[in-house]
């Protein structure tokens, strides 16, 4: 016995099999729809996070519950448990090592998981994330640091390919 839900174990088994980008998406679709905007896979940031908020100087990694160990959530496979065991660790130890890297070029980075994006978990996990948006932009904006945005920086940046497919005409 184990005690994950069929929902739980739906997700972690989806991702043996495929590497979809739906959790990624779902992130977008509501930070967007809420008026945020970012730019996805900026090159320039280091670790090459999915979502990228200049404004708020923050990276977003949305994480697959299996591939990047999500503690206490999905089952290691038995069969060749040592390979997938290594295999996650190394992956985990690359995450850990993009995040501090990140925030010793102050960036706030902020993790969200796939499971933590069910129908039923998304509004409360964006409602979160949301929370942590506005501190991180608060704590650019006090008053002894020098403000790290710049608009002109922003401008320039790529603008992500695939925005007006995925909502239609009518976000602009
Ligand atoms: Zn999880």
Known sequence: MDKLTPEQRHVCMSHIRSRDTKPELKVRRWLWSHG???RLNVKSVPGKPDIVMRRYR????????FWHGHEGCCKIPKTNREFWVSKIERNKRRDERNYEVLQENGWHVIVVWECQLTAK???????????????NFLSIYRPHKPAAYNQDEEDSLPMAAEEEQEYGGNIH
């Open 58 to 65: 923050t990276a977003i990694f949305v994480n697959g519950c």
């Open 36 to 38: 945020y905007r970012y």
């Open 121 to 135: 978990r998304l509004e409360q996990t964006m409602r979160g994330m949301e929370r942590l948006l506005n501190e």
